[in-house]
């Protein structure tokens, strides 16, 4: 069974991917009093087919005051699912900071699953996966679903994954936000500087006192370039005597795309 905390003020989000089922995607979240729920539409040739199983989930959640915000998404790609999973729990907590956050992943896909485990990884949140109380036959005339009732509700176990820092996503952005394919190394630190996220220790008073630059280019390495390019593998950096310049590799625009909601 999944833990609900009796946090005073802390409402309670659930995300699902619709599929063709309704008891185990509604219940859960009357029996757990769920304040708001997202569901998950996914724009492909079977979407027909679920909305009669959507419009229930819809009826029976807001019948009983529970607010129901329905999300188009590709199912087919993860990036998309995870992006809008991002942008939900993103705007919830900047609502109520203290906001608890729940993801079915019994219903959907395989990559809505990835995706809803990832998410719950990366921002903290509950995953759970429900347990028909029984699945209905095949020759059901009037079929409406896969199964019928819960039988059970746990949270699958959690492993950590390691994300990169906050700082070193700011950064990536910057890099991203370059007119060309790379930006001027001299550029980057600039700009690091005029966002107020590259740390200097020591103060000079002079600012032409040429130690103060060594110092700038010092942290720069420290802080972004050996981080992104040898930890990560999210940055290359040329081998120009002067004027390097830092290139964003595959892997780097895909975890921008993965964290594209985070400040």
């Known amino acids: 069974m999944i833990f609900i905390s009796t946090i005073l003020g802390a409402n309670r989000i659930h995300i699902a991917f619709q599929g063709f089922e309704v008891d185990r995607i509604a219940k859960p979240i009357i029996k757990f009093k769920g304040d708001k729920a997202y569901i998950f539409i996914f724009r492909d040739e079977k979407t027909e087919q679920f909305i009669k199983q959507h419009n229930l989930i819809k009826q029976e959640l807001e019948k009983i005051n529970i607010e129901t915000i329905s999300i188009n998404a590709e199912i087919h790609d993860y990036n998309n699912v995870i992006q809008k999973i991002s942008q939900i729990i993103k705007d919830e907590r900047e609502k109520n900071a203290s906001c608890e956050i729940f993801i079915n992943i019994s219903v959907g896909t395989k990559i809505t699953a990835i995706a ?35 039988k059970d509700i746990f949270s699958p176990p959690q492993f950590e994954i390691v994300k990169p820092e906050a700082n070193l996503i700011q950064a990536l952005k910057i890099l991203a936000s370059s007119k060309k394919d790379w930006m001027y190394k001299k550029d980057f630190k600039k700009k690091l500087q005029e966002k107020k996220i590259l ?38 950096q040329s081998n120009d005597k002067r004027n390097k310049k830092i290139t964003i590799t595959k892997m780097g625009y895909e975890i921008l795309e993965i964290f594209k909601y985070l400040d």
């Open 116 to 150: 809803g485990m990832d998410a719950c990884r990366i921002w903290n949140c509950t995953p759970y996966y429900v347990l028909p109380e029984y699945y209905i036959p095949e020759d059901d005339g009037k079929k409406q679903s896969l199964s019928k009732g819960i």
């Open 199 to 236: 740390k200097i220790l020591k103060t000079y008073n002079d600012p032409r006192d040429p130690k103060k630059k060594s110092a700038e280019y010092m942290a720069l390495n420290q802080q972004y370039i050996i981080p992104l390019r040898d930890k990560w593998k999210y940055i290359e």
